[in-house]
Nanobody
Framework: QVQLVESGGGLVQAGGSLRLSCAASGLTFSSYAMGWFRQAPGEEREFVAAITWLGRSTKYADSAKGRFTISRDDAKSTVYLQMNSLKSEDTAVYYC?????????????WGQGTQVTVSS
């Protein structure tokens, strides 16, 4: 069974940093593009960042660009999201997802999410 498990969330003050991790199992991790999404209270889920096969390229939402960095370690089947200069508007549940065909913009597997809360 495919499983994606996020960790690293928590409560931080504005301006602080967190590193989220997503450990994957049950799939050939290196064959998948990986992405991070988030959903704030009362809002729809939105794209945050993605990294393609072998880390050939990365993409970021405008809100994340310059502050967040996505990376992957295929030997550990893990994708990371380093978040710096956090703002209160970054508060959300963060989800990781795996995509077999990133060019289609679709994701096949999702984790259960980890809560990130940024206080003012």
């Amino acid at each position: 069974q495919v499983q994606l498990v996020e960790s690293g969330g928590g409560l931080v003050q504005a301006g602080g940093s967190l590193r989220l991790s997503c450990a994957a199992s049950g799939l050939t991790f290196s064959s998948y593009a990986m992405g991070w999404f988030r959903q704030a209270p009362g809002e729809e889920r939105e794209f945050v960042a993605a990294i393609t096969w072998l880390g050939r390229s990365t993409k970021y939402a405008d809100s994340a660009k310059g502050r967040f960095t996505i990376s992957r370690d295929d030997a550990k089947s893990t994708v990371y999201l380093q978040m710096n200069s956090l703002k209160s508007e970054d508060t959300a549940v963060y989800y990781c997802a795996a995509s077999r065909d990133f060019s289609k913009g679709s994701y096949d597997y999702w984790g259960q999410g980890t809560q990130v809360t940024v206080s003012s």
